[in-house]
């Protein structure tokens, strides 16, 4: 079928060309812009996937996108940020979905320790300086 443009049309609207299927962020999160937990879910927060974690492929509760925020935890932790622009995701929507892992115990969440809590640089010259010395 075509319009009178002679673009064709597609049987369901919904679906877009170039695309593919199209969802929107919040059908992925049923509605919900925020999660229930009192976890920190801020840019750098890094996602770690717990060690009991089998396959979540195998669990039919978790959504296509659940199962890629672990897979792609597996090997190292990502941080929201790198997750959201790996999966092409607005940061909400992947600190929601994150938020479900984390109540499923299939993630934990962990901050990395901030500037002003690491060893002073000069220091750890003169820790190093100190150990040439002997």
Do not use: F, K
């Amino acid at each position: 079928m075509s319009d009178s443009v002679g673009r064709a049309h597609t049987p369901h609207h919904w679906i877009d060309a170039d695309a593919g299927p199209v969802v929107r962020p919040y059908a992925m999160t049923r509605g919900r812009t925020g999660h229930d937990s009192r976890l920190r879910l801020d840019l750098i927060a890094l996602v770690v996937p717990e060690s009991a974690t089998g396959d979540p492929g195998v669990d039919q509760s978790l959504s296509p996108e659940h199962v890629e925020i672990v897979e792609r935890c597996g090997d190292t932790p990502q941080s929201i940020a790198e997750l959201a622009a790996g999966l092409d995701l607005p940061v909400g929507v992947v600190r929601v979905l994150v938020g479900d892992l984390v109540d499923d115990a299939l993630v934990h969440v962990t901050r990395p320790v901030p500037p002003a809590e690491l060893p002073d640089v000069s220091i750890l010259r003169e820790v190093i300086n100190g150990l040439r010395a002997l």
